[in-house]
């Protein structure tokens, strides 16, 4: 089939491509890593398809210098390759997986085009009320992609989004670097198979530079704005102020100025650990004994199934499955405020979320707890876990809504660290201002619950006062 005839298929096409893939893509982004099987496979067709849009509008350039009717369009095809190209990484992103590096060569290779045919900022229609152009969606993947998604969650991911649509004309490429600070600026290497890095790292002849110049004062002028006014009411979506904020400074120091935020030495180490992915686990590991809920008598539930079917579920059946969880995993790296793991058998691992509470056992027998802040599956299907770990040792303890009809479950106290209050770890839903909640670490009391400041797929956590 002739260019011309082919591109109007593809167009076609489209449309209707894009609504599949946006219904299908809600059946693998933000779900746990390693995947099943059938995730997995919906993952790598989606991929597929987005590969295949790509490839199928790049091919077109071929046909450019012999069809003048395709050379009026050459701007609309190198955008589409670029655009679906830009998908498929999206798609690894919010999958939490990594991508191959063809897919930077691929965009790289198009933008070259695009240059040499002087097409970079000719409007090309992306649906009937906007147009953009190849420089602002070649510039929407590299800021998209040096804001770090495995440290990301799904919200975050969307914010970032919501500000580039926003703030992609304020940015722009040139052939020569708008700072003599190669600690600041930022480059492309366009023969390399990588995105944005600090020019202090480029040495290639195909360089070109980011001028973000208009992008640091929007980020400066937003982080003002948000003093005042929720992220919902300046284009952000529904994102708290506090974690907008944090962004912000996150994205400020990615795109603009690096080493503003405090960080951590790290070292590279390898020593197994013990790994535990869920509060019951871990509040076994915490205590070395299964649970028993201190319920002085059984609630009404209980008193039912043994009174029907002589069976009540005891401390060693909750304590049991949790055992069986936890898993060995290798630290690869290390600071005073969190480690890096290595999951090496990914078939046999529990499923891991960014934000999920994980426990911890160093060879030594210290117990930690940990967040996941930065999660990675790589070409070969390892995971990488990224873990902030908390100062404070916890104690297991048995918490419960305060209502006598409800059993007490696994949680952990965590005392006062630092600056940080102390604070109460317990199962998703649990957690609302002003609740009140009964503990027992060996006497019981009562407690009402303050705020939460943080919270997963397996744990809410809280700061609370005596009742």
């Known amino acids: 089939m002739a260019g011309a005839p082919r591109l109007q298929v593809l167009e076609l096409l489209r449309p209707v491509l894009l609504e599949t893939q946006h219904v299908r893509s809600r059946d693998y982004w933000d779900r746990p890593v390693p995947f099943d099987a059938e995730t997995r496979e919906i993952f790598k067709r989606s991929v597929a398809v987005w590969c295949a849009l790509a490839d199928g509008y790049e091919s077109l350039i071929a046909d450019i210098a012999d069809s003048e ?53 000719t409007p090309v229609r992306e649906s009937a009320e906007a147009s953009s152009t190849v420089q602002l969606a070649y510039l929407q ?24 649509a926003m703030w992609l004309p304020l940015c722009r490429i040139t052939p020569a670097p708008v700072t003599s600070n190669p600690e600041l600026a930022l480059g492309i290497d366009l023969a390399s198979a990588e995105g944005a890095r600090r020019i202090r790292h480029l040495k ?26 929720s992220p919902g009411k300046i284009g952000l979506g529904a994102i708290p102020r506090e974690a907008c904020e944090k962004l912000m400074l996150a994205l400020h120091e990615r795109w603009l100025a690096p080493g503003t935020g405090r960080r951590d030495e790290r070292k590279p180490v390898s020593f197994n650990v013990k790994v535990s992915p869920s509060l019951a686990s871990i509040h076994l590991a915490v205590s070395g004994k299964p649970f028993a809920p201190p319920d002085a008598g059984l609630n009404s539930r209980a008193r039912f199934e043994m009174a029907g079917f002589e069976r009540v579920d005891g401390p060693a059946a909750e304590g049991s499955s949790a055992g069986r969880e936890q898993e060995v995993w290798t630290v690869a790296n290390q600071s005073v405020s969190g480690v890096l793991g290595l999951c090496r058998q990914p ?21 930690y707890l940990g967040f996941v802040q930065r999660l990675n599956v790589d070409a070969e ?87």
Request: charged share 20%.
């Open 69 to 121: 009717e395709l050379a009026v369009q050459a701007a609309l095809v190198c955008y589409r390759a670029m655009r679906c190209a830009g998908f498929a990484m999206t798609a690894h992103n919010r999958a939490y997986h990594s991508f191959p590096g063809t897919l930077w060569e691929q965009m790289h290779r198009l933008y070259a085009f695009a240059e040499s045919a002087g097409v970079t900022d």
């Open 381 to 467: 299907g390892l995971v990488w876990v990224g873990l902030r770990l908390l100062r404070a040792k916890a104690q297991a303890i048995a918490a419960r809504v305060a209502d006598p009809q409800v059993r007490y479950s696994q949680a952990l106290l965590l005392p006062a660290a630092g600056d940080e209050p102390a604070t109460v770890v317990v199962s998703p839903g649990t957690c609302t201002p002003g609740r009140l909640l009964d503990i027992n670490d060996g006497s019981p009391r009562q407690v009402r619950i303050d705020a939460m400041i943080d919270s997963g797929s397996n744990f809410e956590r809280a700061t609370f006062r005596a009742a």
């Open 141 to 164: 993947t590299l800021l998209t992609q040096r804001a770090n998604p495995d440290a990301l969650t799904l919200l975050q991911m969307n914010t970032i989004g919501r500000a580039l």
């Open 204 to 229: 290639g002849s195909q360089l070109r530079y980011l001028d973000l110049e208009g992008l640091g004062s929007k980020l400066r002028e937003t982080a003002v704005l948000l003093k005042t006014r």
């Open 347 to 367: 078939a046999h691992a529990a499923r891991i979320s960014h934000n999920q509470l994980l426990g911890l056992i160093a060879p030594n027998g210290n117990s």
